[in-house]
């Protein structure tokens, strides 16, 4: 059974601080890392994706992926009130013929003006 | 501009009653699902379709059936709908193992 961990929160940071959103997943043969912001109400839209160990950096956002401890972060600088959504987690497991993505429970991010 | 379009944004059906949910997307994408998102569950997987006519189970498909008969179009039946089948449903398409976008969701209550 594929499965794709996160903290629920909330998690609270004061505006201008860096929010910290970790992932962890379960099937060591992942490939592919997603990470989607859902507002309230709102269906999930992409903000980063990763395919390879290390850092991964735009604008304000860096996605961080450590395969052999089977784990994805993302890092939010600067954190802006507009920030405050669910961050899910997704994770792919390439090159078994399935486009499935297998995604985690959410964290709720509230920052704080 | 990608999109992806549900037929319905809120839906209220009693119980028994044969729901269709519609998708559609206009990116050309050959991979299509369905979603149900739940408090506390998070996004579940229902059914997904790599082609036309194709259709694969995911990870809750009970009380659940899809139709795809053109590429854009992405249906979801159920056909005795229940109270436990009240939830946000989300439509989702994608190429191959990349960014899936999803559509605005439909909020089905069943009464």
């Known amino acids: 059974q594929k499965e794709v961990e996160q903290n629920s929160g909330p998690l609270s940071v004061p505006e201008g601080a860096i929010a910290s959103l970790n992932c962890t997943y379960s099937d060591r043969g992942s490939q592919s890392f997603f990470w989607y912001r859902q507002y309230s109400g709102k269906s999930p839209e992409l903000i980063m994706f990763i395919y390879s160990n290390g850092d991964k950096e735009d604008g304000r956002f860096t996605a961080q992926l450590n395969k052999a401890s089977q784990y994805v972060s993302l890092l939010i600088r600067d954190s802006q009130p507009s920030d405050s959504a669910t961050y899910l987690c997704a994770v792919n497991l390439a090159g078994a013929g399935s486009y499935q993505l297998t995604f985690g429970k959410g964290t709720k991010l509230s920052v704080i003006p | 501009d990608v999109k992806v379009t549900q037929s319905s944004r809120y839906l209220v059906k009693r119980t028994g009653e044969k729901v269709f949910l519609e998708c559609v997307q206009d990116m050309d994408h050959e991979n299509m699902f369905w979603y149900r998102q739940d408090p506390g569950l998070g996004l579940r997987l229902i059914y997904f379709s790599y082609d036309v006519k194709m259709k694969e189970k995911g990870d809750i498909p009970e009380g659940y059936s899809v139709s795809r008969e053109k590429k854009e179009r992405f249906s979801l039946i159920l056909e005795s709908a229940s109270t436990n089948q009240t939830s946000m449903y989300l439509c989702?398409?994608?190429?191959?193992?990349?960014?899936?976008?999803f559509g605005p969701g439909t909020r089905l209550t069943v009464l």
């Open positions: 989702a398409s994608t190429v191959g193992e990349n960014e899936q976008f």
